[in-house]
C-alpha cells in the first residue's frame, strides 16, 4: 500500500501554494495525500484577499471517515482558518494517538502570507496554539520562528529564506540533535515554499524516514522544484513540484 498522509490546509484558487501544493509536494515523495480543505480563500500567486473557513463539524466528519478506512501515517497541517478548526484537528490528532501514539504531526505555522496578509481569523499564534502543543515537527519562517521563541519542540527545522546574503541557512533542533544546511539563495520570490518544504517532509516520514534523513531529502526536493519553478504573472513564481530532485 502507498503510505497516507492526512492533510489539512487552505484552498488557494492559483494552486501555489496550500492544499494543492501539498498535494502535489506529498506526491512526489511517494507518498498519497488525503486532504481535507480548512478554509477558502479569495487569492492569487502574490495577495491574499479574504478568508472564509469551513465549518468545524465537517472537517471532523472528514477525518473520521477517513481515519475509519485508511492507514494514516502522517498529519500535516498548514492554515486552520480559525480557532475552532485549530481544536478540531488538535481533536482528530489525539484521537488518531489513541491507536497509533507516535503518529508524527507536521505543522506549518502559516502566521501570514508572505506580503503579510493574514491566513487565519483571529490572532494568529492564538488560533494555532491548539496544533503547537502537539506538533512533532515545526517548520517555520524566520519571522514565524521570532513569533514562537521560547517555545518548544521536539523538531524545530528554522527556515532562512527570509534572510540575507548568498547563502539560505536552515536550521534544525532536535531530540539531542542540531544541524544547518546551506542552500544556494535562489533569484526571485515563491509562492508556497513554506507548503512544499512541510509537505515533503511529511511525505518523507510516512515512508518510514528518520526524522534527520526526511529534512535533509526534503530540503532537497524543495531547493529542486523552487529552482525549476516557473511563472504565472508577475510577481511570485510557483515552485514546480511535479518533478523529482531527491
Known amino acids: 500500500m502507498r503510505p497516507a498522509v492526512l492533510v489539512f490546509s487552505g484552498l488557494d484558487p492559483s494552486g501555489g501554494a496550500g492544499i494543492a501544493a501539498d498535494i502535489q509536494a506529498i506526491a512526489a515523495q511517494g507518498a498519497h495525500a488525503l486532504p481535507i480543505v480548512t478554509a477558502l480563500t479569495v487569492q492569487d500567486h502574490n495577495r491574499v484577499f479574504e478568508v472564509e473557513p469551513v465549518d468545524a ?30 481544536e478540531a484537528i488538535a481533536a482528530v490528532i489525539l484521537r488518531l494517538r489513541e491507536d497509533m501514539p507516535d503518529l508524527p504531526l507536521v505543522l506549518d505555522p502559516v502566521l501570514a502570507s508572505g506580503h503579510g496578509d493574514l491566513l487565519a481569523r483571529g490572532d494568529p499564534l492564538q488560533v494555532i496554539a491548539p496544533l503547537l502543543a502537539l506538533a512533532t515537527v515545526v517548520v517555520p519562517n524566520l519571522p514565524e520562528a521570532r513569533a514562537l ?73 524543495c531547493h529542486g522544484a523552487l529552482a525549476a519553478s516557473f511563472a504565472l504573472g508577475p510577481g511570485q513564481r510557483i515552485p514546480n513540484r511535479s518533478a523529482h530532485f531527491i
Open 57 to 86: 463539524c465537517l472537517l471532523r466528519r472528514q477525518a473520521r471517515v477517513l481515519a475509519a478506512s485508511c492507514d494514516i501515517k502522517v498529519v500535516k497541517v498548514g492554515i486552520p482558518g480559525n480557532r475552532a478548526n485549530a
Open 149 to 221: 521563541a521560547g517555545a518548544r519542540f521536539p523538531h524545530l527545522l528554522v527556515t532562512g529564506g527570509h534572510g540575507g546574503g548568498p547563502t539560505v541557512i536552515n536550521r534544525w533542533q532536535g531530540e539531542g540533535e542540531s544541524r544547518d544546511w546551506a542552500w544556494p539563495r535562489l533569484a526571485g520570490s515563491f509562492h508556497g515554499s513554506g507548503c512544499t518544504l512541510a509537505a515533503a517532509i511529511a511525505g518523507r516520514l510516512a515512508l518510514g524516514e528518520p526524522v534527520a534523513q526526511a529534512l535533509q531529502r526534503a530540503q532537497a526536493y
